[in-house]
């Protein structure tokens, strides 16, 4: 038997490619799992990106590591004294702080349990857990897990049959599959907000939208999953391929809480598909005019086209939503539907974004090119339809093979990865695969090119918005407007300039 008393959930340092923002938002993962253990346990929680958000390392390769450094979370991991250490792995770059981390652990304390969960360790466990330092891996979501794993471990129970847990034992890897997910998510307890050093991020201010109408804002989740199947997703294999939600009154009730005792006036929804059910989304905006909660609200993880309606939106426009981010992905309907696979109509986007505008909602979205199959006339097809559409701001990304995709599956199927490809080192402005109709650097130049025309119309169209949005940023993160300036558009501009004059 072990006993079990203290606790420490981690957030690792972030990465990000040069010159872009450097999020820094309420880890809610390691924030849930929290809520969960605190009942039984002495509970700590150290975001490392946002109490070491003004230290950067450049990593080359266009990359930068920002967060805490490895000697002062070591520091932290002995004072505090942990049994456990669990870490969560957002995103596939993360992973080296993590290996780190895990390493440090056992410095300080070889008997210190690690337990690492998030998106890669649960779609790649066997090649994780080849890392020395590394324990367990909860697969998929841990708030039943976790739990049900300390307890055996702390009864000396043997735990080799628990659902979704990957282990190492005599030098063996064993991965359980998950088979089972909660349903009812209103038995959960709300996100352990009061173990977050909530302060930090009104001051550091670069929430994933990038920019917000307030300082004092939150992200919230009210559902999980998605019933779409685009092929660049694989959050909807995290979730199980299963849409499951919290009920309109205990999301209401989340928001009060954060309006009420942290003085939230901005909730950014972070859903995969806050709308599908729509007389949900109905009751949540509707309760959000009736409690008089007086909030801005956006969607910056983005909003399902293919369930909104004019009715909704203006119910949506009434409770406070100020700015939706549109995931459209492509500006070809071909491409849409027969290789993402995204149950969404183009025609009707348009009309859609117009009367998103005339409700004067600023309407940002996200494209993704150089899918297997997409043609270079397809993908300049994607810039036209943004720039048709007249949207407030976008997101351009290259197509990147991540684990639990679909479209992993395929490029490896095809062949189509490049040799040296590396799940840690990917980059959302590079492309870790080439195909018959493009190599990844025709890819790369027609993405700088065609993004910095797009934002130069954004600039010209609307030039004091362009201000406005961007100024806030300006103050809180000179450094990284520069660089953005300076690594991605100052060349764009350059070799633009030089053609024309030839």
Not at 57 to 74: A, H, P, Q, S, T
Not at 125 to 131: A, G, I, M, N, T
Not at 267 to 272: L, T, V
């Amino acid at each position: 038997m072990q006993p079990i008393e203290k606790i420490l959930l981690i957030y690792p340092q972030s990465v990000t490619t040069v010159g872009h923002p450097r999020l820094c938002a309420h880890p809610l993962g390691i924030a849930c799992l929290g809520a969960v253990l605190k009942k039984d346990y002495r509970v700590k929680l150290l975001d490392a990106t946002a109490e070491g958000n003004r230290n950067f390392e450049n990593l080359g390769n266009g990359m930068v590591r920002y967060g805490l450094l490895d000697e002062e979370i070591k520091k932290r991991i002995a004072e505090y004294s942990p049994n456990v250490v669990g870490i969560t792995c957002l995103i596939s770059s993360q992973l080296p702080f993590i290996r780190k981390i895990c390493q440090l652990t056992k410095e300080v304390n070889r008997k210190t349990i690690t337990i690492i969960g998030g998106t890669h360790p649960s779609f790649l466990p066997k090649e994780v857990l080849r890392e020395k330092g590394i324990d367990f891996i909860i697969l998929g979501e841990g708030e039943d897990t976790l739990p049900g794993l300390l307890k055996r471990l702390e009864r000396g129970q043997d735990f080799a049959d628990l659902d979704g847990i990957a282990f190492k034992r005599d030098d063996q890897i064993q991965v359980n599959p998950r088979t089972r997910y909660i349903e009812e998510l209103d038995r959960l307890p709300f996100p352990a907000w009061e173990l977050l050093p909530m302060e930090k991020y009104s001051k550091i201010n670069i929430p994933m939208s990038v920019t917000c109408k307030s300082r004092h804002w939150a992200p919230i989740i009210t559902s999980r999953g998605c019933p779409a199947k685009c092929i660049f997703c694989s959050s909807v294999n995290f979730w199980g391929h299963h849409y499951r939600t919290h009920s309109a009154k205990n999301v209401l009730d989340e928001i009060e809480l954060l309006v009420k005792e942290y003085k939230i006036k901005e909730i950014q929804f972070c859903d995969d598909n806050l709308v599908f059910d729509k007389k949900r989304a109905k009751e949540i905006f509707q309760g959000i005019i009736d409690r008089r909660l007086k909030i801005f609200w956006n969607t910056p993880n983005g909003i399902a086209l293919w369930r909104l309606d004019e009715e909704l939106l203006e119910l949506m426009k009434a409770s406070g939503c100020y700015e939706l981010t549109l995931a459209i992905e492509s500006g070809d309907q071909e491409v849409l539907s027969k290789i993402i696979k995204k149950p969404l109509n183009l025609a009707r986007v348009e009309s859609l974004t117009r009367a998103i505008q005339r409700l004067k909602i600023r309407t940002h979205s996200f494209f993704i090119i150089g899918f297997p199959g997409e043609t270079k006339e397809q993908i300049r097809r994607t810039f036209s339809f943004a720039k048709k559409l007249r949207l407030t701001s976008a997101f351009f990304f290259i197509a990147n093979p991540l684990p639990g995709s679909k479209l992993y599956e395929i490029c490896k199927e095809k062949g189509y990865i490049k040799d040296d490809f590396d799940f840690e080192a990917i980059s959302y402005s590079k492309s870790n695969y080439e195909t018959p109709e493009f190599t990844s650097q025709e890819l790369e130049n027609i993405m700088d090119k065609e993004d910095f025309n797009f934002h130069l119309s954004v600039l010209f169209r609307n030039p004091i918005f362009f201000i406005q949005r961007y100024l806030l940023f300006l103050i809180v993160n000179p450094l990284s407007l520069f660089e953005l300036f300076r690594y991605r558009y100052f060349p764009v501009f350059r070799t633009l300039f030089r053609k024309r004059k030839t």
